[in-house]
């Protein structure tokens, strides 16, 4: 029987696993962001979306200031992948929101 739960949770495991890496707000964001502001520091992000469109928020301090920003990246899915489509929306925060 234990190894019927090793086994589940195994495919349990791989599937969040796969979900995470097909995530454009994780490894694609990250890089894409780092090469557009390499001196940013990214305090917190996170995603909304569906199969079509992802909205990637990130909360990032720049080098000059102790200000926290918000920007909301777009991400489209084409035959080719996940794609950058734009900056929705940058503004000021006074903390970190988590309610994404």
């Not at 969040?16 to 305090?43: A, G, H, M, V, W």
């Not at 990637?56 to 990246?73: G, L």
């Amino acid at each position: 029987m234990l190894k019927y739960y090793v086994a589940l949770f195994v495919v349990v495991g791989a599937v969040f696993l796969f979900i995470f890496l097909q995530d454009p707000c994780n490894e694609q964001f990250r890089s894409d962001f780092s090469d557009k502001y390499p001196d940013y520091t990214i305090l917190d992000f996170g995603g909304e979306g569906d199969t079509g469109k992802v909205f990637c928020h990130v909360f990032y301090q720049r080098p000059e200031n102790q200000q926290i920003f918000e920007d909301i990246w777009v991400y489209e899915n084409s035959d080719f992948g996940w794609r950058f489509s734009g900056i929705k929306e940058t503004r000021k925060r006074d903390e970190i929101s988590r309610d994404f």
